[in-house]
């Protein structure tokens, strides 16, 4: 193999990993706002817990929880909470 294949060969290399990269960017943008929303989830449910000796609020530091309060924001903390008031 000489060297113009092998210059050949990494142009089509990097034409297919830019064109996948491209492809997929939507999907994986998403994905990464997702999991950040659920890390802030999670922190805010951790607060809450810090929180509930003085408020007497407590959700649990469950993955469901993160992700509804990550998503839907404070609106998802309220449902959360009134769905907690509710079913105790």
Do not use: E
């Amino acid at each position: 193999m000489g060297l113009t294949d092998k210059i050949g060969v990494v142009i089509l290399c990097a034409f297919l990993f830019f064109s996948v990269l491209r492809l997929f960017a939507a999907p994986l943008k998403l994905a990464a706002k997702v999991l950040l929303n659920t890390a802030l989830g999670f922190l805010a449910l951790f607060l809450l817990g810090l929180t509930a000796p003085l408020t007497g609020f407590s959700l649990g530091l469950n993955f469901f929880n993160a992700v509804t309060v990550g998503i839907l924001g404070v609106p998802g903390l309220v449902l959360l909470l009134l769905l907690q008031m509710l079913f105790v």
